[in-house]
């Protein structure tokens, strides 16, 4: 069983920086692709950004140049750092991670942006 947690979600206005953490219950080396989803309230879940196990990364067009993720994989870690966030990058931020044939989630993190 593998678990993905979480943190670093909050309120913010507009304008503003968050950076999120998950935190993998088994070592990220064993990890493909990890990285972020988002769901907006009334809204289907959507790929944010994420990065293979080889560093390569893939981001939304609506967060280029703005996010940006990364790994550690000596703390088991993937972290978002956003910046200049907007209304629009409200929702509940999921962290994602590929290991052999299973997709994993974590349970989510609220991000509130204020205008």
């Known amino acids: 069983q593998v678990q993905l947690v979480e943190s670093g979600g909050g309120l913010v206005q507009a304008g503003g920086s968050l950076r999120l953490s998950c935190y993998a219950s088994?070592?990220?080396?064993?990890?493909?692709?990890m990285g972020w989803y988002r769901q907006a309230p009334g809204k289907q879940r959507e790929m944010v950004a994420t990065m293979s196990s080889t560093g390569f990364t893939n981001y939304s067009e609506s967060v280029k140049g703005r996010f940006i993720v990364s790994r550690d994989n000596a703390r088991n870690t993937v972290y978002l750092q956003m910046s200049s966030l907007k209304v629009e990058d409200t929702g509940v931020y999921y962290c994602?991670?590929?290991?052999?044939?299973?997709?994993?989630w974590g349970r989510g993190t609220q991000v509130n942006v204020s205008a």
């Open positions: 994602y991670g590929q290991r052999v044939t299973t997709n994993w």
């Open positions: 088994r070592t990220t080396y064993t990890f493909g692709t």
